[in-house]
């Protein structure tokens, strides 16, 4: 699978979400993984995705599999990337908080 | 008789199509253009998911009709979105490795 793994930020490349960033919570074969934004921080909604769809980042957060959308804000809070995608999500006027 | 309202640019906003009159002459009736379809703006391949008409009709639909619902809807295709996405991807500093494609 290479860099797609649990707990993985990657960015959304196509779709009504392309270019937004999101989280992947569960590896469900070597196609298909479930992700979520969440989607009150990035506006992209927990679903399964294509693993072409998403463009893994160098960031790596610490969650376990199929971690709950709140469990994924909170680990993603404790990163230096959260006001990033705070910052970005504001611009894109995405995401229901 | 009466000014031509479209005046010496009609033939720029019309379309001129010969019709045989009653009397034997042949005369031209300008009519309404037609709109062409959308093109990527990026790669010129129309567009797909989006609908052409006059602005009569378009101004009945949906906005979800009129073009796809994603970034860039009814401008890139989904070609060049990905293209110019993962291109962000990188430019931004991050991995260039990528199942996406469009890497290698």
Same mark, same amino acid.
């Given at each position: 699978?290479?860099?797609?793994?649990?707990?993985?930020?990657?960015?959304?490349? =196509?779709?009504?979400?392309?270019?937004? !960033?999101?989280?992947?919570?569960?590896?469900? #074969? !070597?196609?298909?993984?479930?992700?979520?934004?969440?989607?009150?921080?990035?506006?992209?909604?927990?679903?399964? =995705?294509?693993?072409?769809?998403?463009?893994?980042?160098?960031?790596?957060? #610490?969650?376990?599999?199929?971690?709950? #959308?709140?469990?994924?804000?909170?680990?993603?809070?404790?990163?230096?990337?959260?006001?990033?995608?705070?910052?970005?999500?504001?611009? !894109?006027?995405?995401?229901?908080? | 008789?009466?000014?031509?309202?479209?005046?010496?640019?009609?033939?720029?906003?019309?379309?001129?199509?010969?019709?045989?009159?009653?009397?034997?002459?042949?005369?031209?009736?300008?009519?309404? +253009?037609?709109?062409? +379809?959308?093109?990527?703006?990026?790669?010129?391949?129309?567009?797909?998911?989006?609908?052409?008409?006059?602005?009569?009709?378009?101004?009945?639909?949906? +906005?979800?009709?009129?073009?796809?619902?994603?970034?860039?809807?009814?401008? /890139?295709?989904? +070609?060049? /979105?990905?293209?110019?996405?993962?291109?962000?991807?990188?430019?931004?500093?991050?991995?260039?490795?990528?199942?996406?494609?469009? /890497?290698?």
């Amino acid at each position: 699978m290479g860099v797609i793994e649990v707990g993985r930020l990657c960015v959304k490349v =196509a779709g009504r979400e392309a270019g937004r !960033k999101c989280v992947v919570v569960r590896i469900i #074969d !070597k196609n298909f993984v479930e992700i979520t934004g969440p989607k009150s921080l990035t506006g992209v909604r927990r679903r399964r =995705a294509n693993v072409k769809h998403l463009v893994p980042l160098p960031v790596k957060i #610490d969650i376990s599999e199929g971690a709950s #959308d709140d469990e994924v804000l909170e680990a993603l809070k404790s990163t230096a990337i959260y006001e990033e995608l705070v910052r970005e999500t504001k611009s !894109k006027g995405g995401g229901v908080s | 008789m009466p000014e031509d309202p479209f005046g010496p640019r009609k033939r720029l906003k019309k379309r001129r199509v010969a019709v045989k009159t009653p009397g034997g002459r042949t005369v031209y009736h300008y009519r309404r +253009k037609i709109h062409g +379809k959308a093109k990527c703006a990026r790669c010129g391949r129309p567009l797909t998911g989006t609908r052409t008409g006059p602005r009569s009709v378009m101004a009945k639909l949906a +906005k979800s009709e009129k073009r796809p619902n994603r970034p860039y809807g009814g401008y /890139l295709c989904s +070609k060049c /979105l990905r293209d110019l996405m993962i291109g962000r991807a990188i430019g931004e500093g991050w991995a260039a490795m990528s199942p996406a494609g469009g /890497l290698a």
